[in-house]
């Protein structure tokens, strides 16, 4: 369980600048610094930020919404996911802007505080969920107070008690045996059919999240800064893992999440299929009671029915999950089980040279 541990009190040093057009004194609030937990979600930061530099507000209603070099951050997705697409050469502290006015609505989903952020939470848990089960009824059928504890413990990062409130959901796991498997297959001189398979069958909810550069890049600092959300691919697909007699593999995971990528005679683009992130998000917020409009969306990413391209001449550069750039023969049981997001998403940030 040290895995899980450290994902949990992982932390991005955030270091926060008003807005120039929103500071009415002078000299002007120097910049906050706050550690912001990798889980956790920007706006559940508004109770810190709001009050250092409430003085120096123009007067109106606050809404408050961040920045990065100028592109306004997608309120629903964790903040260590963020860092990691934004930043391939990570920034310590990352400097970001912090918004009360002006919200950039042809850009952003409305975002009412801690209860959107909430409820957007607790549908990527049964959209999760009925990935994994099936069904979303464990998640829907929990009880009020459990519903507040399991909030509570991701907003206060207390692995502890998320754990004893999420083992009631009695969503599906992985058997991490594929390790032992590997281990066994290196220190014996047998072949592949002499091993019995011992993982058993699982659907793992995956996002992708894909940043696409035009301009090759040796070291990281070389890679451009994304100016607008279009640069970047939302794929939300399962990844099944089947009893086999070799180790599932991160690089076999890709495989089916970008197959295109992997097929060398193919020079055409081809159409992923997926369901667009922020659309999920919006359902989730015009009825986030609906077991139908979960089901459907778990149903939407095992289908696939909508599309995003890439082409199959792009060439992947980078590959971050939990800010760890894990090798691609790393068994993706072992991945599932110990970097999984407490929505129970896998989150994965990749970079892709594409052909000019």
Same mark, same amino acid.
């Given at each position: 369980?040290?895995? !899980?541990?450290?994902?949990?009190? &992982? ?9 120039? %057009? ?5 000299? !002007?609030? *120097? ?6 937990? =990798?889980? &956790? ?9 709001? *009050? ?7 007067? $109106? ?40 006015? &002006?919200? *950039? ?7 009412? $505080? ?9 549908? #990527? ?7 994994? /089960? ?23 990062? /207390? ?20 390790? %032992? ?43 451009? =800064? ?11 697909? !399962? ?42 998000? =919006?359902? %989730? ?12 969306? &778990? ?9 995003? =391209?890439? #082409? ?18 790393? *068994?993706? %049981? ?23």
């Amino acid at each position: 369980m040290e895995a !899980p541990k450290y994902v949990w009190e &992982g932390a991005i040093p955030l270091q926060i600048h008003l807005h120039e %057009s929103q500071v009415t004194t002078l000299p !002007p609030p *120097p910049p906050a610094l706050i550690l912001a937990p =990798r889980i &956790g979600y920007l706006p559940l930061l508004a109770p810190l930020i709001k *009050p250092y530099f409430s003085s120096t507000l123009p007067p $109106g209603v606050d809404t408050i919404w961040f920045d990065y070099n100028g592109l306004p951050l997608k309120w629903y997705i964790p903040t260590g996911v963020l860092f990691d697409l934004l930043c391939p050469e990570p920034e310590r502290p990352w400097n970001i802007t912090v918004h009360f006015r &002006g919200y *950039p609505g042809n850009v952003l989903i409305p975002c009412e $505080g801690e209860d959107s952020v909430k409820w957007s939470f607790i549908n #990527s848990l049964k959209e999760a969920a009925y990935i994994m /089960n099936g069904n979303c009824k464990n998640v829907m059928n929990m009880s009020q107070s459990d519903q507040l504890e399991l909030w509570h413990s991701v907003m206060n990062g /207390n692995l502890e008690a998320y754990q004893r409130v999420s083992s009631k959901l009695k969503l599906a796991t992985v058997d991490d045996e594929y390790a %032992s498997l590997c281990l066994q297959k290196s220190q014996q001189s047998v072949i592949e059919t002499d091993l019995p398979a011992q993982a058993k069958t699982g659907r793992v909810p995956v996002r992708l999240y894909v940043l696409s550069v035009s301009n090759d890049f040796d070291d990281l600092d070389e890679i451009p =800064r994304a100016d607008s959300w279009e640069k970047i691919s939302y794929i939300n697909r !399962p990844v099944e893992i089947r009893k086999e007699d070799k180790c599932f593999t991160l690089h076999d995971a890709l495989k089916i999440l970008l197959p295109e990528l992997f097929l060398d005679e193919s020079l055409m683009n081809v159409k992923l299929g997926g369901v667009d992130l922020e659309d999920a998000v =919006r359902n %989730s917020n015009e009825d986030v009671t609906s077991d139908k409009v979960v089901e459907d969306q &778990g149903q939407n990413v095992c289908k696939q029915p909508e599309a995003c =391209r890439i #082409s199959s001449s792009a060439k992947i550069k980078l590959i971050r999950i939990q800010g760890i750039e894990p090798k691609l023969e790393i *068994p993706f %049981s072992w991945v599932a089980n110990n970097l999984l997001n407490p929505d129970y998403f896998l989150h994965v940030c990749v970079c892709v040279k594409v052909a000019q």
